[in-house]
């Protein structure tokens, strides 16, 4: 089975520069993170040459986003990005997740590679988990939601 396998990050890791992410932004503290906001209007002060598209459903097919770290390039598929604006929760955190792949896989971070028989990727070396759990704490960060009680 080939497999894509990312240079190690733990939890931890991705928490550590979130946080110094979103007190670079201003938004340490802001508990609902603005994503949408921040992929339009701010990704383009950090990252210059950041490229952010809404792109159609019938040219994007079963894709939700692809993002292109090397060419700082995010595209999002059009009924996904309507429903982000619109606050929905999981539409959101897939740009959130796009987000992730920028920032932390450029082409020299990840590998094709082939897993021997019986063998698994590590989730801590798996792309797609590095960028779930870096949306994950961008949209909900630990050291904000900690102790909260649901009601």
């Known amino acids: 089975m080939n497999c894509y396998k990312a240079d190690p990050v733990s939890r931890e890791n991705i928490r550590r520069f979130i946080r110094g ?3 670079k932004v201003g938004l340490e503290y802001e508990l ?21 598209e809404v792109v159609p459903v019938i040219e994007m097919g079963g ?61 801590f070396e798996d792309p797609e988990w590095q960028a779930d759990a870096f949306g994950g704490e961008l949209l909900a960060s630990s050291y904000l939601i900690k102790g909260m009680k649901r009601n």
């Open 32 to 52: 609902y993170f603005p994503i949408l906001p921040f992929v339009e209007n701010v990704l383009p002060i950090l990252i210059p040459d950041f490229q952010f």
């Open 63 to 123: 894709k939700h986003g692809e993002t292109y770290p090397s060419k700082n390039i995010m595209r999002i598929r059009e009924d996904v990005y309507l429903r982000a604006a619109a606050g929905e929760g999981r539409d959101r955190l897939t740009i959130a997740h796009e987000v992730g792949h920028l920032f932390m896989h450029e082409d020299d971070s990840i590998a094709l590679c082939r897993l021997a028989p019986n063998e698994q990727l590590k989730p």
């Open 21 to 23: 992410l979103k007190r």
